[in-house]
């Protein structure tokens, strides 16, 4: 699974050796130098992880973490300040955790590591088109954004994405997310395949095979 890191610091040199150090890591990293581009790119694109300096031009990383912690995208603050209140301050504005420059790119990495473990960006994650869906976490992001989906809604979108280009009957999918008790009732399936295809605009790609049940296609 592909790992996407924002590296939010002014420091050219910093930005790049950082950039340098988590590509051979085997992450994808972007860079920005100023809080208030960051600030543009973080809600306009999905990232996994944000590394941020707090002395930020434009807007320095407390005020853009308080703008951004509704996205529930993980912080961890890179800042030159080493006093006890800066490093309190920092996680309580919500970032996971604080490093200290200077520092060692290994416990760079291995901060990064223990993060993305912890908000499960390295558990099982299957990608279609524009989607991501996260299946430790129950949730599926359209471009970044999650998707309100009900538990039968996720559920049945995940069976038919682990069986791709696969005819699936209603009977099968009504075993396999409602039970037997629900036998009978394909009306039901029929139902949650149109609010699936509306919801997540993939209308095209989940294909009614005539007398038997759908087919996820890619």
Not at 79 to 97: F, H, P, Q, R, Y
Not at 183 to 188: D, I, V
Request: with cysteine; glycine share 6%; net charge negative.
């Amino acid at each position: 699974m592909e790992i996407n890191i924002l590296i939010v610091e002014d420091d050219e040199a910093i930005s790049n050796l950082i950039k340098i150090s988590l590509n051979m890591a085997g992450y994808e990293c972007k860079q920005v130098f100023d809080g208030l581009e960051a600030f543009h790119m973080i809600t306009e694109e999905d990232f996994d992880l944000i590394i941020m300096d707090i002395m930020l031009p434009g807007m320095n990383g407390l005020e853009l973490m308080s703008k951004i912690k509704d996205l529930n995208t993980p912080v961890i603050f890179l800042t030159a300040k080493n006093g006890l209140v800066d490093k309190i301050t920092g996680l309580k504005s919500g970032a996971e955790d604080y490093i200290i420059k200077p520092f060692e790119i290994v416990e760079l990495l291995a901060r990064i590591e223990i993060v993305l473990r912890r908000y499960s960006k390295n558990s099982n994650c299957i990608e279609f088109k524009d989607l991501k869906i996260y299946e430790d976490e129950r949730v599926i992001k359209k471009e970044g954004q999650p998707i309100d989906l009900t538990l039968k809604e996720f559920e049945l979108m995940l069976l038919l994405l682990k069986n791709k280009n696969m005819a699936l009957s209603r009977e099968y999918l009504l075993e396999r997310i409602w039970g037997y008790e629900y036998m009978g009732e394909t009306r039901t399936i029929d139902t949650h395949i149109q609010k699936i295809r509306k919801k997540l605009d993939i209308a095209d790609d989940i294909k009614t095979v005539y007398k038997i049940g759908y087919r996820l296609e890619e």
